[in-house]
């Protein structure tokens, strides 16, 4: 069976503080993007869990997170482990703030529960994502959604109206545990709108929605990433993004446009920056 893991976004993040657990609480809105790896399943006889990707630095035993998905999957079904194979062509970027990992581990999630007739709901594939990560619930369900507490609760909203989307990684990567770290002693600057970004999805108001976008994160950057962020940012409003904003934990920027001109322009000025640069739909 072949599937698609989308890409997700951060149209608002914020972080409200730090549980008792040592997980902080979440509220932020997040969407698909049709940027996708394709995921291979290929069930074998040989009892063994084998995963191939076209990054030769990425896990291929039990540590990467689509084969830990395929585990969580076989023990909520009170089943044994059996043969499998799963191949991933990677293209969304790997420790971008777009939840690659968790996107496949939800791919594989929904692979295996077709492959069997679907005897789970997407809310019950869900339940078993949170086994995996925090980001997997999300991305088993998709779509425009908010998520809360650790990213496990969610929301469906209104869908985003259709758009352009541009997405560049700069070259280099950022820590998740130290931002969440960070994050506590930071002052943030601001926090986004999340009940307005709501309201204007509802409204079906693209533009209401990306004068709103923000991300608590970016407050918490190294001073050389946040304005390498910055001049991403820039870039995209210069070219005519309705809004910009990062993704995750970063370093991933995005615009959201209403015209395909203006995003191709952004895409072809955001080459000069030497990082990688996408031009995409919302899903």
């Known amino acids: 069976m072949e599937v698609l893991a989308y890409a997700k976004l951060n149209l608002t993040l914020d972080v409200l503080g730090k549980r008792p657990d040592g997980y902080h609480d979440m509220r932020m809105i997040m969407q698909s993007v049709a940027l996708a790896d394709t995921l291979t399943l290929e069930e074998t006889d040989t009892g063994a869990l084998r995963v191939g990707t076209n990054l030769h630095f990425l896990p291929n035993n039990e540590k990467n997170l689509a084969a830990q998905a395929a585990l969580r999957w076989w023990e909520a079904r009170g089943q044994v482990p059996k043969g499998l194979d799963i191949t991933i062509e990677k293209r969304v970027p790997v420790c971008a703030g777009m939840a690659g990992g968790s996107s496949d581990a939800a791919a594989v999630l929904r692979a295996l529960n077709q492959l069997e007739g679907a005897p789970m709901s997407l809310l019950e594939l869900a339940r078993v994502g949170e086994r995996v990560g925090s980001d997997v619930p999300y991305c088993v369900v998709g779509g425009t959604a908010l998520a809360e507490g650790r990213g496990e609760v969610l929301t469906p909203l209104p869908p985003l109206p259709k758009c352009w989307v541009v997405l560049c990684k700069p070259e280099f990567s950022i820590s998740t545990p130290a931002l969440f770290a960070k994050i506590d002693s930071v002052r943030l600057r601001c926090r986004p709108d999340t009940q307005g970004a709501i309201a204007a999805l509802e409204a079906g108001d693209l533009a209401g929605v990306a004068r709103r976008m923000y991300n608590v994160f970016e407050d918490a950057l190294p001073d050389r990433q946040r304005a390498r962020v910055n001049d991403i940012k820039n870039i ?48």
């Open 236 to 283: 995209l409003i210069h070219c005519g993004a309705m809004g910009a904003s990062m993704s995750g934990t970063g370093p991933t920027a995005f615009g959201l446009f209403d015209r395909e001109y203006r995003a191709r322009e952004a895409q072809e000025q955001l080459k000069d920056l030497n990082g990688e640069v996408f031009l995409t739909q919302t899903v």
